[in-house]
């Protein structure tokens, strides 16, 4: 017997994870020079990282010989001091992707129901599958979250609710009333998960803070990131906000040493940077606006965006991602989300947004 028979069955289908194209790999394949290539595949930040993250990790890079604070004390305690919770309420991961598989070890297996929407964040599905429980596609309304069917799906098997707002790839953003009322309403043995990683990009932010504050909730769990504004994406750090008995359990799974001592650093030093967190505000808001104006004009249709990207109808957008990556643009084609027909651009510097859009011209003779 071989040991590909052992194996976990459900790696047999699991799909990979396709990420955005990183630039060196491209510039690899393609012989072009890596400074010439840009990406606005993977919504990261475009004005690089908080120069206040870049200092605080020089300075922790002496003490690498030690291993990390387990405990993140110094962080867990300055989140909890922004967020109005306390440390008990919060748990840390290697980006909110490792809080996603700390839900599966806990309430994951043969037989349990997990229900998503229709294009929803990639990783759910895996971390599903993974686990060997049933996932429940919801099918989404105008690209985004249908609440009232998502609610209707639920069944007596139904141990977990993803719910990204804005969502990932498609942008949209669910309402405020709806989310609230949703969150009412779901059962109290069905953890309901708000992944909140592009939360800091409204302009008036659903605050669900206050139900966690209260410790009334035990089923929700918010999940937040430092990847996406703060643009610490390399760094890998990411945490989930909940009430601490639910915290305490799923701290069981952690690794005792998740986050290293830079990652550690870098967040903590990114929370103090406000100019930073200011400046790329700005900058989504005016290169959202650009593309957004752009397709109008081009007639190309689009999701309204919400986040820091933008979903567009390009035809095939395998071939439209083909051809922008020989121009040096690395984007994010949508085939693996069933939506053979778009890409995701995420939003860039100027400069970038404009390079961007007249190699699109280009591929699309328009
Ligand atoms: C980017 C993203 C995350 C964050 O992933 P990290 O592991 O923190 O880098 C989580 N959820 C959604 C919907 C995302 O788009």
Redesign the pocket.
């Known amino acids: 017997m071989s040991i590909f028979s052992s194996l976990n069955p459900s790696l047999k289908t699991l799909p990979v994870y396709q990420p955005g194209r990183p630039i060196e790999e491209v510039a690899r394949e393609l012989g072009l020079p890596a400074a010439d290539i840009i990406k606005l595949a993977s919504?990261e930040n475009p004005l690089g990282p908080s120069p206040l993250a870049l200092a605080a990790m020089q300075n922790a890079l002496a003490h690498i010989n030690l291993y990390p604070d387990g405990n993140a004390f110094y962080l867990k305690q300055k989140l909890a001091e922004k967020l109005g919770v306390e440390p008990k309420n919060l748990i840390l991961g290697t980006?909110?992707?490792?809080i996603i598989e700390f839900i599966g070890h806990a309430l994951m297996k043969p037989g349990a129901e997990v229900i998503v929407s229709q294009f929803c964040?990639a990783?759910y599905p895996i971390v599903t599958h993974l686990f060997g429980a049933n996932l429940i596609t919801v099918p989404a309304r105008s690209y985004g979250h249908d609440l009232r069917a998502m609610q209707a799906a639920i069944t007596p098997q139904t141990r977990v609710v993803f719910v990204?707002n804005p969502?990932?790839p498609t942008g949209t953003l669910a309402r405020f009333e709806d989310v609230l009322r949703f969150i009412n309403e779901v059962p109290e043995g069905v953890l309901l998960v708000m992944?909140e990683?592009?939360v800091d990009f409204l302009e008036e932010p659903l605050d669900l803070l206050p139900m966690v504050r209260e410790d009334k909730k035990p089923n929700l769990i918010l999940?937040r990131?430092f990847?996406?504004i703060y643009g610490l994406?390399g760094l890998?750090i990411?945490y989930g906000i909940g009430h601490p008995e639910l915290i305490a359990a799923l701290e069981k799974i952690r690794q005792p040493f998740n986050l290293n001592s830079l990652a550690q650093a870098g967040a903590l030093a990114a929370l103090d940077d406000a100019e930073h967190l200011r400046a790329t505000r700005l900058n989504n808001k005016t290169g959202l606006k650009f593309f957004e104006h752009a397709f109008q004009e081009m007639n190309l249709e689009t999701v309204p965006s919400a986040a820091n990207f933008i979903l567009v109808r390009v035809g095939d957008g395998q071939r439209v991602f083909n051809e922008l990556q020989r121009r040096g643009v690395i984007v994010r084609p949508m085939g693996g989300y069933q939506l053979p027909e778009w890409v995701r651009i995420s939003i860039g510097t100027t400069q970038e947004n404009f390079r961007c859009l007249a190699a699109l011209k280009q591929v699309l003779h328009l």
């Open positions: 919504n980006g909110s992707n490792e964040f990783v990204a969502n990932n992944d990683a592009y999940m990131t990847s996406k994406a890998r990411g």
